[in-house]
């Protein structure tokens, strides 16, 4: 199973942006899709995740900002950024579990996002 992460990159604050994570290999069920960020010298938090019902789970800091969206024919989960912030910098991981085929969570490789003020 490979997740390949896009949309990363430098912006100004109150800038957006859109990340985007295609999951490949043998899947046949992907439950829970979510993003998570890590900044330097921090913990990696939950930033926002998706069920395969469509039922979503925000963070406080990027609620009303951010807004996560999957698209299960692509296996693509999505994490749109608006109004962004410079404390919104940090590297984004996504994550997925899958049920059947190859079952198990997984996480890419991350991409960085940068908000200068």
């Known amino acids: 199973v490979q997740l390949v992460e896009s949309g990363g990159g430098l912006v100004q604050a109150g800038g957006s942006l859109r990340l985007s994570c295609a999951v490949f290999?043998?899947?046949?069920?992907?439950?829970?899709m979510g993003w998570y960020r890590q900044a330097p010298g921090k913990q990696r938090e939950l930033v926002a995740d998706?069920?395969?019902?469509?039922?979503?789970n925000y963070l406080d800091s990027v609620k009303d900002r951010f807004t996560i969206s999957r698209d299960n024919a692509k296996n693509t989960v999505y994490l749109q950024m608006n109004s962004l912030k410079p404390e919104d910098t940090a590297v984004y991981f996504c994550?997925?579990?899958?049920?059947?085929?190859?079952?198990?969570?997984?996480w890419g490789q991350g991409t960085q996002v940068t908000v200068s003020s």
């Open positions: 290999g043998s899947i046949f069920g992907i439950t829970t």
């Open positions: 994550n997925v579990n899958v049920a059947w085929g190859t079952p198990g969570n997984y």
């Open positions: 998706i069920t395969s019902g469509g039922s979503t």
